[in-house]
Structure formats: C-alpha cells, structure tokens
C-alpha cells in the first residue's frame, strides 16, 4: 500500500472550515484514499473515501487532485467535538489499512 | 445491534494466562479486520477475514496469538500465554465488502498484570 504524509497537528476556529491535507505520490491505479478519525479513548470512525472523483457525505467532503498525488479532506464548519486524530490511508482495499500518526486536529473556540 | 460490539470492553489478566476476546461485527457485513493499539501508538493490524477466503494472518505478532470466525459473524481473538507487551486496547472492525469504509467498535482494553 503507498505510503502517506500528514503534517502532525493543525489548528481550526470553531466554525470554520478544517482542510486537512494528505500526500500520497506513490499511489497506484486500483489504490483507494481513506480517511478515518480517533477522537480519545473511541475506536477508529470512517469518514469517506474516494478513487478518483471528489466525493461529500453527511460528515466531509474529499478533494482528489486530478494526479491523484494529494487529497484534502474538509470539515465545513468545525465544531469542538471535532477533535481528534485524522488518519489518510491509501489502500487497495479496506483491508490491512495502514493507520500512520495522522494529524492531530484542535479546535478552538 | 447497529455496530460492531466488543467484549468484554475490559479485561485484567495475570502474565501467562489465555485469554478470549470476542468481537460481533454488523449484520450482513462479510469482512472483518482485528487490529491493536498499545498507549500512546497507531493501529496495528493482526489479521482479516473475507467471507469463506483464508484469512489474511500477516499481523499477527507471534504464535501465540490466533483467530477464528464463525462463518459470517461473531469472531473470537486468543492470545495463549498472555505477556506484559500484549497489554493495549485491541480493535475489531468490519465491512460490506472489500472497498468500502470498516467500522470500527469501541475495543477490549486488556492489560496484563
């Protein structure tokens, strides 16, 4: 599975939007990019994923660059109880997901 | 139940005893993945169930460490000979099928005394 870089931590206003950027040069074709979150002392939650188009739900929305190299999930209006560690996980399936440090995402009133 | 469920969400055990860990994945979901997280650290991965297809046991840390699933539902974690190291929060998760997102239950917290 290709690997992924994520910068540790960020910071975000309460209401405003969290955009949480995720590198994956080496990803190939078939690879998927996940993202899940670990808010403290909960097991991991899904968020979304996507192959190639951007994708929304109820929670966030992912953007793909069109090279597939970089995608940034976005929380439109951040609350407090969005907390957590961000995991971006490249995959070519949902199994043997490979959870890195993820960033750490604070927000602030 | 509408999620996974783990049990028992704790467990204190003394070093050298076996222990079980179960885990009820949601109705219909054919995939089912185990991971571990010691304090403190990211999610390893142990091993994954695909419907009838031989799990997939990479993770797994040593010999003392096994799995089993009882066609599509409940699965059981055994670590045989429990070791201070073996102590973590340990994760099972699963999915409708192979692409799409695992959900995740809340964990057995096991700690080895």
């Known amino acids: 599975d290709a690997k992924t870089t994520q910068p540790p931590s960020m910071d975000c206003a309460e209401g405003r939007a969290a955009n949480l950027p995720c590198n994956h040069s080496?990803?190939?074709?078939?690879?998927?990019v996940y993202w899940y979150r670990q808010i403290h002392s909960q097991g991991p939650q899904y968020i979304i994923h996507?192959?190639?188009n951007n994708e929304t739900n109820e929670m966030a929305s992912l953007i793909i660059t069109e090279d597939r190299k970089s995608s940034t999930l976005i929380l439109p209006h951040a609350t407090l109880r969005d907390t957590a560690v961000y995991y971006c996980?490249?995959?070519?399936?949902?199994?043997?997901?490979?959870f890195g440090t993820g960033t750490r995402l604070q927000v602030t009133l | 139940g509408a999620g996974v469920s783990q049990s028992p969400s704790n467990k204190v055990t003394e070093k050298g005893k076996d222990v079980e860990l179960r885990c009820d994945p949601i109705?219909?979901?054919?995939?089912l993945y185990w991971y571990r997280q010691r304090l403190g650290q990211g999610l390893e991965f142990l091993i994954y169930?695909?419907?009838?297809?031989?799990?997939?046991k990479s993770g797994l840390p040593s010999d003392r460490f096994s799995a089993e699933r009882t066609g599509e539902s409940v699965s059981t974690l055994t670590i045989q000979r429990t070791q201070q190291e073996d102590s973590a929060v340990y994760l099972c998760?699963?999915?409708?099928?192979?692409?799409?997102?695992?959900?995740f239950g809340q964990g057995t917290r096991l700690t080895v005394v």
């Open positions: 998760a699963s999915s409708h099928d192979r692409v799409l997102g695992a959900f």
């Open positions: 996980i490249v995959s070519g399936t949902a199994s043997k997901l490979t």
């Open positions: 080496t990803i190939s074709g078939n690879e998927y």
């Open positions: 109705s219909g979901h054919t995939a």
């Open positions: 996507g192959l190639k």
């Open positions: 169930f695909q419907g009838n297809s031989a799990p997939d």
